[in-house]
């Protein structure tokens, strides 16, 4: 049972009793009274404040004021819980979230070292079984000392015949063979009188074939698995800068600043259509989805849509008010639009039926380098001569992230791989990032040049690369 102030009607936090009228009062109160008054006010005899008696009680237990316990009060009151329910359960949803990328950046770590385990026990494996191989070949090579007779054995001592010496024949088969072999070696996959590897490609229906375009103006076809050269194409009169690989059929496509496209039959080792659709310097090559048209941009600032079949230029489009060159462009995977790079550091997204630009990303400060469609076709990773990598959301037109990388980096390629999993960039080194969290999980640092290309390969199993050393490197994922 609570005691009521018999003035304010209300638990009081101080009780005191009247004698006088053996009511209960909050001090603070009948105090304020009694200086006003003198008198008891429930029956208005004389009262002192030194006959007032302290009530000790525990805290008590202040019920809700009258107020509060309208209807709107009531209601305000379950607002204002739902609202910290909903703020925890959105902070409890974001650490839930973080907690999920780390498990999946720790699982994808896991995942890389298992495969670094599995490949070293496989070479320790294959090198245990050299060096058993060579034991006993070592054991009957290695000299031994030969007993002039064999006691006991009654056979006669054992002569070693005399060194004849190396005749004309053999050192002549030697030199022939250094030769050839010299002559391979330097070879290489491009001319060295004018390095440097400036585009890539792999064929998508067999990642062994790689696409080479160099500055000796040769596309050049190699095979991984076999380590050899299926064919050597020659015909642009400058450097070749853009390669692609046709995804079904034994052709593959280059683009020069001889302003030409051409078309190559890997099979015959010839060119079987030169297209013809722009009268400067053609900076970018993209295949349609359906195989039979090509995308090209140029230095003359426009984009064309042609047709691999025929050689015929089907469109040829410019922003006449930007008045800009292009540096790159690239089809989405669905095929209907495209993106292309300029050298006033815009990205511009083109409608391909309409023949419109429908969007602009602005955001770089120096000439788009390489831009790349992620395969579920959301993403768009964009590089220029600012030493960053931009990655734009296509659903909501912005841009969600920006790598910087190092001073003076320069961005050459960029390919996201088939999965949509990671994201490569080529350019001072190679780097491969983790798309969502957009993290960097490997660097390589191989190559002696400028890396010019990248492209993963089946399942994101291995990486290519290409360089300005003439090189083509492949690694292990």
């Known amino acids: 049972m609570s005691l009521v102030c018999a003035i304010s009607n209300e638990v009081p936090e101080h009780p005191c009793v009247s004698p006088v009228s053996n009511q209960v009062f909050e001090r603070r109160l009948i105090e304020k009274f009694i200086a006003e008054n003198g008198v008891d006010p429930m029956n208005g005899q004389p009262l002192s404040e030194e006959q007032l008696i302290d009530i000790k009680v525990s805290h008590p237990i202040r019920p809700k004021a009258a107020s509060a316990t309208s209807i709107p009060a009531i209601l305000k009151s379950l607002q204002d819980e739902w609202d910290a329910v909903m703020l925890h359960s959105f902070t409890l949803r974001q650490q839930l979230q973080t907690t999920r990328q780390e498990l999946s950046h720790a699982l994808y770590q896991h995942d890389a070292a298992c495969r670094v385990i599995a490949r070293l026990t496989k070479e320790v494996t294959a090198a245990r079984e050299a060096l058993a191989t060579l034991k006993p070949q070592a054991g009957l090579v290695a000299p ?235 993403y768009l990773a964009t590089g220029a001569q600012d030493s960053s990598v931009k990655l734009w959301d296509l659903r909501k037109l912005k841009n969600f992230k920006t790598i910087a990388l190092d001073n003076n980096y320069e961005v050459k390629s960029l390919v996201f791989d088939q999965s949509g999993t990671y994201l490569a960039v080529g350019g001072s080194d190679i780097r491969v990032y983790i798309c969502k969290q957009w993290s960097e999980v490997l660097n390589f640092s191989d190559h002696s040049g400028l890396v010019t290309g990248v492209a993963f390969g089946d399942n994101a199993q291995f990486l290519s690369s290409a360089g300005m050393d003439r090189s083509l490197k492949f690694y292990s994922l």
């Open 144 to 378: 031994q000392a030969m007993p002039a007779s064999q006691p006991g054995a009654g056979g006669e001592p054992m002569e070693v015949s005399e060194q004849v010496g190396m005749n004309p024949e053999i050192i002549q088969k030697l030199q022939d063979k250094a030769t050839v072999l010299t002559t391979e070696r330097k070879k290489g996959l491009h001319s060295a009188s004018v390095p440097g590897i400036l585009c890539m490609d792999l064929c998508p229906s067999d990642t062994n074939k790689v696409l080479t375009g160099g500055a000796d103006k040769n596309v050049v076809v190699f095979d991984k698995k076999e380590e050899q050269i299926i064919a050597t194409l020659k015909g642009h009169t400058k450097k070749v800068t853009s390669v692609i690989y046709h995804p079904s059929q034994s052709v593959v496509f280059s683009a020069s600043p001889d302003s030409t496209i051409r078309v190559w039959s890997v099979t015959g080792g010839n060119c079987v259509q030169v297209v013809r659709a722009h009268e400067a310097s053609v900076t970018g090559l993209s295949l349609h989805a359906t195989g039979d048209y090509l995308l090209s941009s140029s230095e003359d600032q426009y984009w064309a849509f042609s047709d691999i079949q025929t050689g015929r230029v089907l469109t040829k489009v410019t922003d006449e008010a930007a008045g800009v060159a292009l540096t790159c462009a690239q089809f989405h995977p669905d095929g209907l639009i495209f993106g292309t790079g300029t050298a006033d550091s815009q990205i511009k997204i083109w409608d391909l039926k309409e023949r419109t630009n429908v969007a602009n990303f602005p955001g770089h400060s120096g000439p788009v380098t390489s831009i790349a469609f992620s395969e579920n076709g959301y």
